[in-house]
Protein backbone atom coordinates (compact mmCIF):
# COMPACT_ATOMS: atom_id res chain seq x y z
CA UNK A 1 0.00 0.00 0.00
CA UNK A 2 1.45 3.04 -1.12
CA UNK A 3 -0.26 6.49 0.32
CA UNK A 4 0.17 10.16 -0.26
CA UNK A 5 -0.64 12.82 2.38
CA UNK A 6 -0.61 16.41 1.04
CA UNK A 7 -0.89 19.62 3.80
CA UNK A 8 -0.34 23.34 3.49
CA UNK A 9 -3.34 24.70 1.47
CA UNK A 10 -5.56 27.28 3.11
CA UNK A 11 -6.50 30.57 2.51
CA UNK A 12 -4.28 33.36 1.38
CA UNK A 13 -4.76 37.24 -0.33
CA UNK A 14 -3.83 38.19 -3.52
CA UNK A 15 -0.36 38.62 -3.51
CA UNK A 16 0.17 36.12 -0.85
CA UNK A 17 2.10 32.52 -0.53
CA UNK A 18 1.28 29.64 0.59
CA UNK A 19 3.55 26.35 0.57
CA UNK A 20 2.12 22.47 -0.05
CA UNK A 21 4.04 19.43 1.14
CA UNK A 22 3.14 16.08 0.03
CA UNK A 23 4.66 13.00 1.43
CA UNK A 24 4.76 8.82 0.03
CA UNK A 25 4.31 6.47 2.73
CA UNK A 26 4.23 2.58 2.48
CA UNK A 27 6.11 -0.33 0.93
CA UNK A 28 8.06 2.19 -1.23
CA UNK A 29 11.27 0.61 -3.33
CA UNK A 30 11.60 4.14 -5.52
CA UNK A 31 9.52 7.42 -6.42
CA UNK A 32 10.02 8.64 -9.73
CA UNK A 33 8.25 11.60 -11.35
CA UNK A 34 6.33 13.89 -8.41
CA UNK A 35 3.72 16.47 -9.51
CA UNK A 36 0.88 18.38 -8.94
CA UNK A 37 -2.38 18.71 -10.60
CA UNK A 38 -5.01 21.28 -9.69
CA UNK A 39 -8.84 21.66 -10.36
CA UNK A 40 -10.95 24.49 -10.25
CA UNK A 41 -14.97 24.16 -9.77
CA UNK A 42 -16.34 23.89 -13.21
CA UNK A 43 -13.11 23.67 -15.15
CA UNK A 44 -10.74 20.37 -16.36
CA UNK A 45 -8.20 19.50 -13.99
CA UNK A 46 -4.68 20.50 -14.93
CA UNK A 47 -1.30 19.61 -14.31
CA UNK A 48 0.77 22.87 -12.33
CA UNK A 49 3.62 21.48 -12.55
CA UNK A 50 6.25 18.22 -12.29
CA UNK A 51 9.55 17.19 -10.90
CA UNK A 52 12.05 14.07 -12.27
CA UNK A 53 13.43 11.51 -9.91
CA UNK A 54 16.95 13.70 -10.53
CA UNK A 55 15.16 16.78 -9.32
CA UNK A 56 14.80 18.69 -13.01
CA UNK A 57 11.40 20.46 -12.54
CA UNK A 58 8.53 21.43 -15.56
CA UNK A 59 6.19 24.24 -14.96
CA UNK A 60 2.57 25.16 -16.66
CA UNK A 61 2.95 28.66 -18.32
CA UNK A 62 -0.08 30.00 -15.92
CA UNK A 63 2.08 29.55 -13.16
CA UNK A 64 5.59 29.81 -14.24
CA UNK A 65 7.65 32.35 -12.10
CA UNK A 66 5.09 32.36 -9.57
CA UNK A 67 4.98 28.36 -8.38
CA UNK A 68 8.18 26.39 -7.70
CA UNK A 69 8.26 22.54 -7.08
CA UNK A 70 11.18 20.98 -5.45
CA UNK A 71 11.17 17.36 -3.92
CA UNK A 72 13.53 15.62 -1.05
CA UNK A 73 14.02 12.24 -2.25
CA UNK A 74 15.21 11.31 1.29
CA UNK A 75 11.47 12.14 2.85
CA UNK A 76 9.72 10.80 -0.36
CA UNK A 77 7.89 14.44 -0.01
CA UNK A 78 7.45 16.70 -2.86
CA UNK A 79 6.80 20.77 -2.14
CA UNK A 80 4.93 23.27 -4.50
CA UNK A 81 5.81 26.86 -3.34
CA UNK A 82 3.30 29.55 -4.26
CA UNK A 83 3.76 32.95 -4.65
CA UNK A 84 2.72 35.78 -6.19
CA UNK A 85 -1.58 33.73 -5.83
CA UNK A 86 -4.26 35.21 -7.95
CA UNK A 87 -7.88 34.40 -7.62
CA UNK A 88 -7.50 32.01 -10.71
CA UNK A 89 -5.32 29.82 -8.32
CA UNK A 90 -8.47 28.75 -6.57
CA UNK A 91 -8.82 25.25 -6.38
CA UNK A 92 -8.42 21.56 -5.21
CA UNK A 93 -4.53 20.79 -5.69
CA UNK A 94 -3.56 16.94 -5.87
CA UNK A 95 -0.13 15.83 -5.76
CA UNK A 96 0.99 12.66 -7.63
CA UNK A 97 4.01 10.57 -7.58
CA UNK A 98 4.75 7.20 -9.63
CA UNK A 99 6.14 4.69 -7.32
CA UNK A 100 7.64 1.33 -7.46
CA UNK A 101 6.84 -0.92 -4.72
CA UNK A 102 8.00 -4.57 -4.48
CA UNK A 103 5.14 -5.71 -6.30
CA UNK A 104 3.84 -2.88 -8.90
CA UNK A 105 4.96 0.49 -10.32
CA UNK A 106 1.71 3.00 -10.84
CA UNK A 107 0.83 6.50 -10.13
CA UNK A 108 -0.49 7.57 -6.58
CA UNK A 109 -2.75 10.67 -6.01
CA UNK A 110 -3.49 12.56 -2.05
CA UNK A 111 -6.86 13.49 -1.67
CA UNK A 112 -6.47 17.14 -2.41
CA UNK A 113 -6.05 20.26 -0.56
CA UNK A 114 -7.86 23.35 -0.96
CA UNK A 115 -6.33 26.27 -2.03
CA UNK A 116 -8.29 30.06 -1.44
CA UNK A 117 -7.00 33.28 -2.67
CA UNK A 118 -9.17 35.36 -1.62
CA UNK A 119 -9.30 39.23 -0.43
Known amino acids: QVQLVESGGGLAQPGGSLRLSCTASGSIMSIGDMGWDRQAPGKKRETVAIITSNGSPNHADSVKGRFTISRDNAKNTVYLQLNSLKPEDTAVYYC?????????????WGQGTQVTVSS
Open 96 to 108: NANVRTAWTIGDY
